[in-house]
């Protein structure tokens, strides 16, 4: 009979002693309270993210818009390269486009290649046949005027590069003597 109550205190005490642990274990995950001059141990559980997400992007595009350029496509611009220099894959998106139509009096801006007589449309196209700029809208991302956007343009894997070009049309009674400038705003995202 001793020989069972002390196996039954031996029990109760080792009960005791893993709920303690246990409410120890547990505890470390809440706020608690370290007196002056005593030290405790703190879990800290952390996770790797890219502290550098970078593309680099060309700061200068100049390109022509003319009626008389054959194809659909209206716009002769360069090559535009953009180079991830990041490890992991990465989304550029234009957010905001700023235009300005100053010197094309008149003139107002469009959102597709369907523009009235007095309107300009512009946006930008991927690359499909390498050095060759495209002839077709079909594929256009097309620019918003002044006003936020979410327009994905590039998706790039790490350390990877897309081109683009500039493609547009413009209707029949825009000038074709003047200038306008066109300043997308690019954000660079994880993917």
Do not use: C
Not at 138 to 154: F, P, Y
């Amino acid at each position: 009979m001793k020989r069972t109550r002390l196996f039954s205190l031996f029990a109760a005490i080792l009960m005791a002693a893993l709920s303690t642990a246990g409410a120890a274990a547990v505890g470390s995950y809440q706020d608690k309270s370290i007196p002056i001059g005593s030290s405790s141990e703190v879990l800290m559980v952390g996770e790797i993210e890219p502290t550098v997400m970078s593309v680099t992007v060309p700061s200068y595009v100049p390109f022509h818009i003319s009626r008389s350029i054959a194809g659909e496509n209206k716009v002769v611009s360069p090559r535009i390269t953009m180079t991830s220099h990041s490890s992991v894959p990465v989304r550029v998106d234009v957010v905001y486009t700023k235009v300005d139509l100053g010197g094309l009096k008149g003139t107002t801006w469009g959102s597709s290649q369907n523009v009235g007589s007095n309107q300009v449309a512009i946006g930008f196209q991927a690359e499909t046949i390498a050095n060759q700029m495209p002839t077709s809208l079909e594929q256009t991302k097309w620019l918003l005027a002044n006003t936020d956007q979410s327009l994905n343009i590039a998706n790039l894997n790490p350390y990877g590069s897309s081109v683009l070009y500039v493609t547009g049309t413009l209707g029949a009674a825009v000038p074709e003597d003047s200038s306008f400038t066109v300043t997308p705003t690019f954000v660079v995202s994880k993917a």
